[in-house]
């Protein structure tokens, strides 16, 4: 791999950004509102739509591709589905599903990972006009109570349940589904209960029932049912239409349109229980009338080496994942050849969403890629959420830096508030949800008096003097707290600057300090920690935070960290690193891997108050040796 001297106006593979002019118009009591200026064009009425046009003029087209399991464990040769026989298997999945008189009050749950029978099931489920809802595999392989899945169950009422295999999902079904809930499984069966082969639904035949079912949805249909993560509270089921959706499709097109040249290829881990990767992706596949490899790989350490042989192989044409994918793809290219010759053949964009990308890890990215290719691939992002659909703002020139998320998509409002010294970001528009399912209370709490949606996001400009360069994620108000002077903490960025400082071996930091003097951190460490103490493998997590190299390395970090802080709000006066792992059960992370600030918080507090009062062990404070 052959050296380039970075120069002052790095050069980047050419990209056009849709959005990079705004309106703004101010409000009462300083509220204003921002949009992009232009509007947003005309779109589908269903996705379904969109799917049948693909069907019908590329039908031989791959749409989705995933490895063969072999029996061993190991995975194979890819199989694919074409458009043509994705139609198929939906009109056969959605008669079967007519045929058990299935509806948005008896829906559908499909509990197992991303795989070309979930993906069938859902489109199944479109065609008939039947909500689906995808649940965390977690609620049901990682949880020991079920909590979060009885919710599930409790909420929806389901007609029908579907699990890949019933050696992994088998002890959640029966401890969670009611005998009037079908269970249809693609491999097993379960003792003292009868289930439903998936093949039995692949093997229906179709009636014109099917296809009148389809012609009868519209915008307004519930699609499917997403839950959100859940902090203190349970998780919400958020209504997806096929109007949010289509929209939500359009305004990315318009954003990034990327997505409109070419039929674009995913290698896609994300998984569909998320919005990130079931509306987004999923979304731009069929809307664009892409190809999407399912990667069963995943940013850990025992399954980030699937995603890497995928990616030697598969060239995507634009790549999204979540920081910690990235951090560990950039560390892989530094050696490996054929990942940095096949990933940045073609690829027109990188795109990280669900939590800050560390600077440390962007600057490495582009170093590899103007080595390999003597140009640099445009790191995309942007802001949204579950509500939204998810996509709602994105950036608007390659020029982009660590916490810059851009201008609002066309046909959203952002409505920008002040709240509590901070700007609250605020969501209108046509890919906005309607509102939790079956909560009226938290769906009248979650839209203020104009019919704004509260995302609870704060923004800044990223430069006052040319609105045109958009905002600056700013953190979470519902994050951020006082300290017993008085003084606001921004949780967000500085929560940003620990991260990026202690890269590679930060997983994520929790601040404490509510009411108390100094603010202090707790501190997920990644796997790499284990470099840095000398013992062997055999170690435990907690031996290894406690050798006196992985303390000595950390107190480093909190020390200039410390002499780069200006005041009591921005300065990490004692840190703890933490052994045990954020629990699912707990709500303290979700299966995409992002934290929970607040839950971490409510479920440690003894461990909090420990740090505080000066009690727990191996304290970590700047300056100590």
């Known amino acids: 791999m052959s050296e380039t001297k970075p120069s002052s106006a790095p050069r980047y593979r050419p990209l056009k950004f849709g959005v990079t002019r705004v309106l703004l118009r101010d409000g009462q009591d300083g509220v204003r509102y921002l949009e992009a200026d232009q509007p947003l064009a005309d779109y589908a ?70 795989s070309l029978e979930h993906a069938q099931l859902a489109l199944g489920c479109l065609y008939a006009g039947i909500p689906y809802c995808p649940a965390s595999p977690a609620y049901s392989v990682v949880s020991l109570d079920y909590e979060k899945l009885r919710h599930i169950f409790k909420t929806l009422t389901p007609g ?39 093949a039995a639904l692949l093997a229906t035949a179709p009636t014109p029932q ?5 012609q009868a949805t519209g915008p307004d249909t519930i699609t499917k049912f997403l839950f959100t993560s859940g902090s203190t509270k349970l998780p919400k089921a958020v209504i997806n239409t096929h109007c949010m959706w289509c929209a939500n499709q359009q305004q990315m097109r318009q954003s990034m349109p990327v997505l409109a040249e070419e039929p674009p290829v995913l290698v896609d881990w994300l998984p569909w229980n998320h919005t990130f990767g079931g509306n987004h992706n ?56 054929q990942l940095r010759r096949t990933l940045l053949s073609r690829v027109k964009m990188f795109f990280y969403a669900g939590a800050g990308l560390a600077q440390p890890v962007w600057d490495s ?47 959203i409002v952002l409505k920008l508030v002040p709240v509590d010294g901070k700007t609250e970001v605020r969501y209108a528009g046509p890919n906005i949800t309607p509102g939790y399912w079956r909560a009226p209370q938290a769906t ?48 967000g960025p500085l929560r940003a600057r620990i991260i990026a400082a202690g890269a590679p071996y930060i997983q994520d930091a929790v601040l404490t300090g509510l009411n108390l003097n100094e603010v202090g951190a707790m501190i997920f460490p990644t796997a790499a920690v284990r470099t840095l103490s000398g013992l062997d493998a055999s170690a435990s997590l907690a031996e290894v935070l406690e050798s006196a190299p992985v303390l000595a390395h950390f107190r480093r970090v909190f020390t200039e960290l410390a002499q780069q802080s200006t005041g009591s709000a921005n300065r990490i006066a004692r840190a703890i690193l933490l ?9 303290e992370v979700t299966d995409k891997g992002s934290i929970n600030q607040r839950a971490v918080l409510k479920h440690r507090d003894a461990l909090v108050r420990a740090l505080h009062d000066g009690t727990a062990a191996h304290i970590l404070k700047p300056g100590e040796r």
């Open 282 to 337: 999923v979304g731009l596949t069929i809307y664009n009338g892409g190809t999407l490899y399912i990667d069963d790989g995943k940013p850990t350490p025992a399954l980030m080496s699937e995603t890497l042989r995928n990616l030697r192989e598969i060239a995507p044409t634009v790549y999204f994942n979540v920081p910690t994918g990235f951090e560990a793809i950039a560390n892989a290219m530094k050696t490996d050849a």
């Open 579 to 587: 052994a045990e792992p954020p629990s699912i059960d707990k709500g």
């Open 160 to 198: 029908l349940v579907f699990a890949s295999d019933a050696a992994r999902y088998g002890k959640a079904i029966q401890a969670t589904a009611g005998l009037d809930v079908e269970v249809v499984l693609h491999e097993g069966s379960l003792d003292g209960r009868p289930t439903t082969p998936f």
């Open 444 to 491: 009248k709490e979650a839209f203020d008096e104009e019919g704004f949606f509260r995302t609870g996001d704060a923004v800044q400009w990223i430069d006052p003097n040319d609105i045109h360069q958009g905002l600056k994620f700013d953190g979470r108000i519902a994050e951020d707290f006082k300290l017993a002077t008085g003084t606001f903490v921004s949780v």
């Open 45 to 114: 009425a269903r996705i379904t739509d969109r799917f049948m046009h693909w069907a019908q003029t590329t039908p031989e087209r791959s749409f989705l591709a995933r490895r063969v399991k072999n029996a061993d464990g190991s995975t194979g040769d890819w199989r694919h589905i074409s458009y043509g026989e994705a139609l198929v298997t939906a009109r056969a999945v959605g008669q079967a599903l007519l045929d058990r008189g299935l509806s948005a009050e008896r829906p559908v749950v499909i509990l197992s990972e991303n």
């Open 210 to 214: 099917v296809d009148a079912a389809m």
């Open 365 to 411: 990215l582009h170093a590899t890629q103007e080595a390999e290719i003597g140009e640099r691939i445009v790191m995309g992002t942007g802001l949204g959420m579950t509500e939204s659909a998810p996509f709602a703002v994105f950036v608007t020139s390659p020029n982009v830096k660590a916490g810059d998320i851009g201008v609002p998509a066309p046909g």
